[in-house]
């Protein structure tokens, strides 16, 4: 009778993988996956930084409500009530991305997500404890840190090479246009008419560019003819629809426009016309995005990189200016490439992949994970008791020694990489034309999904040794700058542009090596903090502000990024990172803290 009374123990290997890796996956989701996801879709650099910033607010909120997952219900109720909650929000990101207000409904869901993960993780955290034995929980601390970083691997680059296949699938076949800058050519572009409504042509839905081969002069022009162009230019691809209708391009686009002023000459410039060969299907959107895909940089496209065709204007093709640089003194070409793929449709699928997850580790979880007998919540009785303790622990927290020094430091550390960390993805992708690399949905992936991660839990890795081995205090300005210096690499790339996809893979490799080396310091210091009678509830809290420091900066760092651009961008990244080391010199580190005791020699 007493063994029909205690089952089996369950082994962990049946629930600390799977629990930890559901864990990591809504976090990559709603902290790197929407990024790229929004950048994708269309929206701007400005607006995805400061949204998907605010995303951070529920893990700064964490400490204040993680006292109530004790109280009420299990930890065991928590984990698969949240799992439950980020399937419903996936899901809901699947079924608002084909709709006209996608950005804004797809974001709440993305809250509800962030809340969900949020919640999540204090319950997957609090079981962990209460379901293992001390030497148990430190047995198994490295397979669910592993585990936890195999979901971001498969989340930032599973998902996203996932998606960037659909979207190289899905599409139109990739059509290229080729500039060449002709000493000889003297003609002078200028918008032809009769290119302004394109015929259908052929049977198949193909994008068609008018002409497929351009000819420019080497020289320069006036920069009041090249303004006048551009304005036109400009303005017709804003209301192609709008002047279809009429051949008198010039009036039209001069509506808004003020008179540029004489200055220094530019160099000459060319057009091309790029539609579509015969009309999509009802409610079928084709994005095409055109920029520079290889050869001399120095012809450049001044007009829009992200061309949108619908039913009704897929033969009012957008305007391509290219303009060749005026010191160009001898015969060059370059390659410029139309790629077409249906990006929501590759979002959708992926984020429905997703959501099957999380079906199948609700499910899983509600069978498998064992019911410790000491995960239950608190008795009413003991409430006023709570109440006090609750109290009590931020209380204690804050009237530390020199607890504002600290504070300050979890809040200014990642001011640069704060920053850094919402523009990098962009910057990856974006064309050339607007300062980026112009990769590839699936190169990103493969970069900082797979090469990346691993560079990054290489760096933690080494950071906990050599911390182990002579102590924080020993390392951690060595460790700063480890994390810090690498951001350099990211000036060197927007100079750069490298088109070699083997260099920049190195360059993101070295700097995300640096940053998980770095890191290491960065959590070393707050379990220091955290020392004392609630040191689970104290780490909590400099979580909380590590949130904090995460979402202020990348709240304006989008809107700064496009007001200085992706070159003094970085620039001002690796002097916002200079508070951070001069706080350094003022922080009261225990000298034996972290190295092992001759114990555990």
Sequence with gaps: MSQLKEPKRR??????????????????????????FYKRMGISNMEIALYTSWLYLPWV?????????????????????????????????VLTIPMPGFFQLTLGFFWLLAFSSATHDIAAD??????????????????RSTFYRLAIIAGQGGIIIFAGMIESNTGLPDLELVVHANPDHQIEHRIDPGFLSLPENGDDLEIHIYPETVEVGLGTQSNLKH???????????????????????????????????????VGKTALA??????????????????????????????????????????????????????????????TFIARSGNIP???????????????????????????????????????????????????????????????SFILIYRFGEAQLVKIAPLFMIDSFEAGGLALTTQQYGFIYGTLGAVMLTLGGILGGLVAARQGLKFWILWMALAMKLPDAVYVFLSYAQPENFTMIAVMVGIEQFGYGFGFTAYMLYMITVAEGKFKTAHFAICTGFMALGMMIPGMFSGWLQETIGYQMFFIWVLIATIPGLVLLKFLAIDPEFGKKTAKQK
């Design 11 to 36: 082994t962990p290997w049946l629930w600390i993988p799977s629990l930890y890796f559901a864990e990591g996956v809504p976090y990559t989701v709603v902290m790197l996956i929407a990024v790229v």
């Design 273 to 334: 016309y790029i539609g579509l060969s015969k009309k999509p299907l009802e409610d079928e959107e084709i994005v095409i995005s055109f920029g520079l895909d290889s050869g001399d940089k120095s012809i450049k496209l001044l007009s829009d990189t992200r061309l949108v065709f619908h039913q009704d204007d897929w033969n009012i093709p957008y305007l391509a200016l290219i303009q060749l640089h005026p010191n160009l003194k001898h015969g060059s070409d370059a």
């Design 227 to 265: 303004d006048s162009l551009l304005t036109m230019v400009n303005y017709w691809n804003a209301h192609r629809l709008e002047l279809s209708d009429t051949t008198d391009l010039t009036s039209a686009a001069f509506v808004d426009y003020q008179a540029p002023t004489a200055g220094d000459d």
């Design 345 to 407: 449709l590759a979002w959708t699928l992926s984020f429905l992949v997703l959501t099957g997850l999380f079906v199948i580790f609700f499910v899983y979880h509600y069978f498998v994970l064992p019911r410790p007998d000491a995960d239950k919540g608190v008795k009413p009785g003991s409430m006023s008791e709570f109440l006090n303790s609750y109290a009590n622990t931020f209380t204690t927290f804050f009237t530390k020694e020199k607890i504002g020094l600290a504070v």
């Design 126 to 143: 609090g079981y962990y404890m209460i379901g293992l034995s001390q030497h148990d929980q430190a047995w198994w601390v490295g397979i």
């Design 61 to 93: 909120l964490k400490p204040l409500w993680s006292p109530l997952v004790d109280i009420f219900k299990t930890k065991r109720f928590w984990i698969v009530t949240m799992q439950l909650f980020i399937g419903a929000g996936l899901g809901g990101v």
